[in-house]
């Protein structure tokens, strides 16, 4: 079985975040330039030390920490503990932040650390109201369909009810201009019913249909 990969330190961020740091970057050789008095060993060493931090940077990118572990970014920060150990790297190869950066390894001292942490957290606060602003935009959008349909279908059920309405006026019509009028006649005769036929009226008011601006 492989070793099982555990990083230094895993910083929790709010939401459930996690940073996964490593401080394992290379010393010897700097110590060494620093104990020597040699000025060929020290520039000797001082490379070293900056060659070290380069193959400890590939190292670390292929542990790929950031699938390791849930809600985690998707790098891994590289904890140095001296801004003076960082500098004499970097001296040697200004190009270790961007190998970093290629990497998936962000390089971090004392200083830089916290302020990371703090651009990483943001960073996250503001994804997080992104995604909310884009499902309520969604949510609204759903909304403003359902209720364009149920619009449509009272308008429907008003414009039915009005076509009701005008049928039923003209059949009232109808009844008082040629059944009404024959039947007023009976009364005049003995054989007629005492009881007049009950009045019928026509309806005035019909469903507004729904409206609504642009």
């Known amino acids: ?24 970057v290379p010393l010897a050789a700097y110590l060494d330039a620093l104990q020597s008095e040699d000025p060929d060993v020290q520039k000797e060493r001082m490379q070293a030390h900056a060659r070290h931090v380069r193959d400890h ?6 542990k790929t920490y ?22 004499a790297a970097l001296e040697q190869d200004p190009q270790l932040i961007e190998l970093g950066v290629l990497n998936k390894v962000i390089l971090a001292t004392p200083t830089t650390l916290i302020a990371l942490l703090k651009a990483i957290a943001y960073g996250w606060q503001q994804e997080a109201i992104a995604r909310e602003a884009k499902e309520i935009a969604a949510l609204g959008k759903e909304l403003y369909d359902r209720i364009g349909v ?7 059920v008003g414009k039915s009810l009005g076509q009701s ?44 249909l729904p409206k609504a601006e642009e």
């Open 1 to 24: 079985m492989g070793e099982r990969l555990r990083p230094d330190m895993l910083i929790r961020l709010p939401n459930e975040r996690v940073v996964v740091v490593d401080s394992k």
């Open 57 to 62: 940077i590939k190292g670390l990118s292929a």
């Open 66 to 87: 950031w699938d390791k572990f849930d809600n985690a970014p998707e790098f891994v920060v590289l904890f140095i503990p001296n801004e003076t150990i960082f500098s």
């Open 150 to 156: 149920v619009a449509g279908h009272f308008a429907k």
């Open 165 to 208: 309405v005008e049928h039923y006026n003209k059949a009232v019509s109808s009844v008082e201009t040629r059944l009404l009028s024959t039947a007023k006649k009976f009364q005049a005769l003995d054989s007629a019913s005492a009881a007049e036929p009950p009045e019928v009226k026509v309806i005035e008011k019909i469903p507004a």
